[in-house]
């Protein structure tokens, strides 16, 4: 199921949600965020009363449960970074940042958890790392913006596998934390928080649920998933916005972004197949294997 949540999670940032915020262009990036925070608050807390029975909840409360507050603070402000290169036309940056993302998880994997990678893996890897070097080269430089969205969501994704809490627990948990500075900017801005029209208040109100699940479905293949393998599949949900970008929106495929995504699809291929491979080899002496971590 790990591998499900991480699709799952991928492929809506990916392909959903540019689409959805595209559809929100007539608001500044700082009102969509806040209504993002309000109402996938109030999903979380639904989904929750719904789900009260299921959920294991943070109580008595752990020390490890602090760790709440990091990864809201670690989400809040990579939001905020990413809203912060749309509004400014830093696109590239950010494009570079989720790149060089899953190679900070992969480190993190490796320095903090102590996993270790196969032969196989660890030149996935190196090809992987290769296409990100293409892209910085051809560019010309490493900007710190690129940088800083990088590591605010890997780090994000080593505090919730290791925090251990139910995936909408946590989540909710960091939304009702920044909550404050939510109301705070709805209750200042001149911005509409309810719009008369319709379409344009479900709209906000779906970012509720674009912001919530895919979140929670992250939370949910963390405590699954090794983090060298969430890592290398972070690359989907910026692949999927440069096929979205080129197939739908007409926009133009530099001969760098095409090198990096023909390097980085044949890592992802052939961890994916030395993954494969090692379940089967791990699962075949049992006759009622377990849950398996790629």
Known sequence: MGLVYALGAYLTWGLLVPVHFRLLGAFSPWHILAERIL?????????????????RLPLPFARRHALLL??????????????????????LDASLGYYINPLVSVAL????????????????????ALGVVVAVAWAGDLPALSLALAVTFALYGLVRKVVAV??????????????????AWLATTTEPV????????????????????????????????????????????????????????????EPHRAAMFGLIWAALALYTVD????????????????????
Do not use: C, K
Not at 39 to 55: C, D, I, M, P, V
Not at 70 to 75: E, F, H, N, R, T
Not at 118 to 128: F, H, K, L, N, S
Not at 232 to 246: E, F, K, N
């Open 194 to 253: 309810l719009p008369a029209e319709p379409r344009v208040l479900a709209l906000l109100m779906l970012t509720g649920i674009t912001t919530a699940l895919p979140l929670i479905w992250f939370a949910a293949a963390a405590v699954r998933l090794r983090l060298t393998t969430l890592g290398l599949m972070q690359y989907i949900a910026p692949t999927g916005l440069l096929v979205l970008s080129v197939l739908v929106y007409g926009e133009r495929l």
């Open 39 to 55: 109402w996938s608050s109030l999903f979380a807390g639904l989904l929750a009363l719904a789900w009260r029975h299921r959920l």
């Open 275 to 294: 993954a494969l491979r090692g379940r089967r080899a791990e699962g075949a002496p049992r006759s009622a294997p377990g849950p398996m971590r790629v």
């Open 70 to 91: 990091l990864s809201a603070v670690l989400i809040g402000v990579n939001w905020v970074l990413y809203l912060y290169a749309v509004d400014r036309g830093h696109l």
């Open 109 to 128: 994997g490796r320095v903090v958890l102590g996993e270790r990678l196969r032969p196989v893996q660890a030149v996935a890897v190196g090809i992987a």
């Open 166 to 183: 139910d995936p909408l627990v946590g989540f909710l948990a960091e939304t009702l934390i920044l909550m404050p500075a939510a109301l």
